[in-house]
């Protein structure tokens, strides 16, 4: 480990902190006057906070945690965690009484029968690419993966940068959409929600619609952006989607404006409020694999053809 202030289980701690505060990574980032990256590295270990760095971020979570303190660090984690007022566990509540009254039960008994066919279709590895929520001229993306456990009653989807970014949840088809809903895999109170235009003919190139959630800003404001996951390949095994996981980091880095066809960026850059809060059928990109060789298709196949090529392992 780095060098820096000495504290037991530190990352968990800042974990339990931020959740608590809730803070995100991006947040606690721009309030401590440090990069996002030595926020990932503080709470994955790899790196401990100067005395200084964790003087500030106490200070900034005094303002959301009452008495807060610097000394509060040095608590062993059981007491770390009843000082943060997360020492009661929550009764555990069957999960009958945690579904009642909710349509997710019926979602998925609709859904049900189509499983088989729906894996088949939108099963895979992707990239998923939509515009920042508060930089509207930027494009930004994650390494996603669309999978069926053994014996699972739906879908999987994941999206991750392999840092700070990494969210999983359910996904079913209904009716020619993709319904998903996430959560961050280590914050749960950070949700996400993804509707996308699907079909059910053949094998998806492109997924088109909207997603819902929490935007990184400082105020942590609900936001909805376009996103497409556009079809990398067929392989969902986990050396492969951390091979993709690090192409896309350095596409995303060197800025996916630069690199997608014009038309791509058109698509997300539009100005026209059809573009921000909804996906007509007319609108939308959404492909089949057989669908790329049409004329009028031309410019979804241009966007697959450019990922797939920068993407290439």
């Known amino acids: ?19 608590r505060a809730n803070l995100s990574r991006a947040q606690a980032a721009q309030a401590t006057g440090v990069d996002k990256s030595i926020i990932a590295r503080w709470l994955s270990g790899s790196v401990r906070p100067a005395d200084h760095s964790l003087s500030v971020l106490s200070e900034r979570l005094s303002g959301r945690i009452a008495g807060f303190s610097r000394a509060d660090w040095d608590l062993p984690l059981a007491a770390f965690r009843e000082r943060l007022g997360l020492a009661a566990a929550v009764p555990a509540r069957p999960a009958d009484a945690v579904l009642e009254g909710s349509p997710l039960p019926l979602a998925l008994e609709e859904s049900a029968g189509l499983l088989e066919q729906s894996i088949a279709v939108n099963g895979g590895r992707y990239v998923m690419l939509y515009h920042g929520v508060s930089r ?22 994941e999206f991750t940068n392999g840092v700070a970014v990494h969210g999983r949840g359910l996904a079913f088809a ?12 280590r914050r749960r109170d950070s949700l996400g929600f993804l509707l996308l235009n699907t079909k059910v003919e053949h094998r998806l190139a492109i997924l088109d619609g909207l997603i819902c959630m929490r935007d990184g800003g400082l105020d942590a404001a609900a936001a909805a952006a376009r996103c497409m996951l556009i079809r990398i390949g067929d392989e969902v095994d986990d050396p492969a989607f951390a091979a993709t996981v690090e192409r896309v980091n350095r596409c995303t880095d060197a800025g996916w404006e630069t690199m997608l066809p014009a038309e791509t960026v058109a698509a997300f850059a539009a100005p026209l409020p059809s573009q921000r809060l909804r996906v007509t059928a007319d609108e939308s990109w959404a492909r089949t694999e057989p669908e790329l060789a049409h004329a009028e298709s031309a410019p979804q196949a241009a966007l697959v053809a ?7 392992g």
């Open 174 to 185: 209904l009716h020619g959409r993709i319904y998903a809903y996430m959560a961050a895999v």
């Open 136 to 157: 509207l001229a930027r494009l930004y993306a994650y390494a996603a993966r669309i999978v069926l456990p053994p014996g699972g009653a739906a879908m999987i989807l």
């Open 306 to 312: 450019r990922m797939r090529e920068l993407l290439r």
């Open 1 to 19: 480990m780095a060098r820096g202030t000495e504290i037991e289980a530190f990352g968990e701690k800042l974990h339990l902190a931020l959740a």
